[in-house]
């Protein structure tokens, strides 16, 4: 048993929001911070807070 189904079935409408509303991310940050789940919920939630994770 699992916590979480394996797929996951979006709304059209949801799914064109998140797309119109889409944070660009840089894969050389997120590569960075892998070592961390929390800097990686500080990069997605605030840029400026990056600097505290490294």
Not at 26 to 41: I, N, T
Request: hydrophobic letters at 45%; a negative charge; one cysteine or more.
């Amino acid at each position: 048993m699992t916590l979480w189904p394996e797929v996951m079935e979006l709304s059209s409408e949801y799914f064109e929001s998140l797309q119109e509303h889409a944070v660009p991310l840089q894969h050389e940050a997120l590569s960075a911070l892998k070592h961390s789940g929390l800097c990686l919920d500080l990069l997605i939630a605030s840029p400026i807070t990056v600097d505290l994770c490294f």
